[in-house]
């Protein structure tokens, strides 16, 4: 069961409101006894999971914008893009990589430096400063990179010795990924080391808590699928071998961090980055989160359907992993994502098939999309041309909502009195 958040000062006065439900009396007749109940949606109220509070439940997905600095160091145009953004729930930050060998695009963020640490910290204390919560997304690539943005123009790693058919985007522009190097057996302690420490860094630059990347083909994923992993020692094979390193990632960092800090990103069917199908996907991710459950996690965050693309790209029994993770888990919260409307997001919260829902692209040209979530305000499109690298131009110049419709909120974010409520759906 989920347990309200405890009210922060910037939600308090909020709290003492009847929102959950609210009557409307009917004009004329005997407006004492007729009186009928509007049962109002969840997807705005404060919602408490693990160890975090958070303000409603609308999630800032991991978006990957590369626009760090030299080394790999956070700017502070960062901390402008995710300041602005702080209105949602939770920020998970853009995915980051736990060493250098876990870097696969140009100019994503380390978390595994002393400059990285120190470029992080004004981002957690703005998106803080703004009521937010910042949670990194901690990722290791595999081998969906290319030498040129490896140590030494060395080849990537990963459970396999074979390409990916995928790009990857360098200094040359976008360019095939590199043929990886299989990791021998000796070498995986180091890699839960590394996302042990990252964790560790991440958290001393003042964040909330880590997202542990499983997802979209990068090395968990590699390690996960048998489209993927051709190994044949304790790692492969099987998929209680398969499950083995994701598992071994999660108890490391929710040791490092606390379980009530640590969440973890899955796709169980996305064939994003060259991710074959695997065999059995429901029994495999079945089997992952009846691993994960006795470490208490405090969510997943499950991208449901093809990452960025169709839902319905493979049969898939989200409610069954759900049901999993819950048992046993009286803190744990469900986080959904992928093309989900306003409308899908409302429902999903209220019929409980989600505790929260994460929106990626909308965040980017909305940066108030909570805002405009409360009011169903027209969202703004997103201009693909600026996703990936540049400098402030499709980054933080997406506009706010006209003042006139955010007029109509209360400082705390919620519909005024008086709100004629001519944008709800
Ligand atoms: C879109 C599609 C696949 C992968 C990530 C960079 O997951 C990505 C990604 C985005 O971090």
């Not at 070498?187 to 003042?206: K, S, T, W």
């Not at 997943?300 to 409610?319: K, M, Q």
């Not at 019929?351 to 929260?356: E, F, M």
Request: glycine share 10%.
């Amino acid at each position: 069961m989920i347990v309200d958040a405890r009210h922060r000062p910037c939600i308090r006065a909020a709290a003492h409101r009847p929102r959950a439900v609210v009557t409307r009396r009917l004009a004329s007749v005997n407006d004492s006894l007729l009186c009928w109940p509007i049962q109002m949606t969840t997807l705005f109220e404060p919602i408490r999971f693990g160890h975090i509070d958070a303000a409603n439940r609308i999630v800032m997905a991991p978006l990957t914008r590369n626009r760090a600095g030299p080394a790999q160091v956070p700017t502070s145009l960062m901390t402008t893009y995710y300041e602005q953004r702080a209105g949602a729930a939770l920020i998970v930050t853009e995915a980051t990589q736990i060493s250098p060998s876990g870097q696969g695009y140009l100019d994503t963020p380390g978390i595994y430096s002393a400059a990285q640490i120190s470029g992080w910290s004004p981002i957690a204390n703005a998106v803080h400063g703004k009521g937010g919560r910042l949670m990194m997304q901690l990722w290791h690539v595999g081998r969906i990179s290319h030498t040129s943005l490896q140590p030494d123009g060395q080849q990537p790693v990963s459970s396999t010795a074979r390409r990916a058919n995928a790009k990857t985007f360098t200094a040359m522009g976008f360019e095939d990924v590199s043929t990886p190097r299989c990791l021998r057996l000796d070498e995986l302690p180091g890699i839960v080391h590394d996302f042990r420490e990252a964790a560790r860094n991440a958290m001393a630059a003042g964040c909330d808590g880590v997202e542990v990347h499983g997802a979209n083909g990068y090395l968990l994923e590699q390690f996960l699928r048998d489209s993927i992993n051709d190994r044949t020692d304790a790692y492969g094979g099987s998929k209680e071998n398969r499950v083995r390193l994701v598992v071994e990632v999660m108890a490391e960092v929710a040791a490092e961090v606390g379980p009530g800090r640590t969440g973890l990103r899955l796709s169980p069917v996305s064939p994003v980055n060259d991710a074959g199908q695997d065999s059995d996907a429901q029994g495999l991710f079945n089997l992952l989160l009846e691993r994960l459950a006795p470490l208490q996690l405090a969510y997943i965050h499950v991208i449901e359907g093809a990452t960025g693309g169709a839902r319905d790209v493979a049969p898939f029994d989200y409610a069954a992993l759900r049901r999993r993770f819950k048992s046993g888990n009286a803190h744990g919260a469900w986080i959904a994502n992928n093309g989900y409307t306003r409308a899908m997001a409302i429902e999903a919260v209220a019929n409980g098939s989600a505790d929260l829902i994460a929106f990626g692209r909308p965040f980017i040209s909305n940066p108030d999309l909570v805002n405009r979530l409360r009011l169903n305000a027209p969202l703004a499109a997103v201009n693909i041309g600026t996703l990936y690298g540049g400098s402030a131009a499709g980054y933080t110049d997406y506009p706010l909502l006209d003042p006139e419709v955010a007029g109509r909120l209360e400082p705390d974010g919620h519909p005024r009195a008086d709100f004629d409520f001519r944008y709800r759906a």
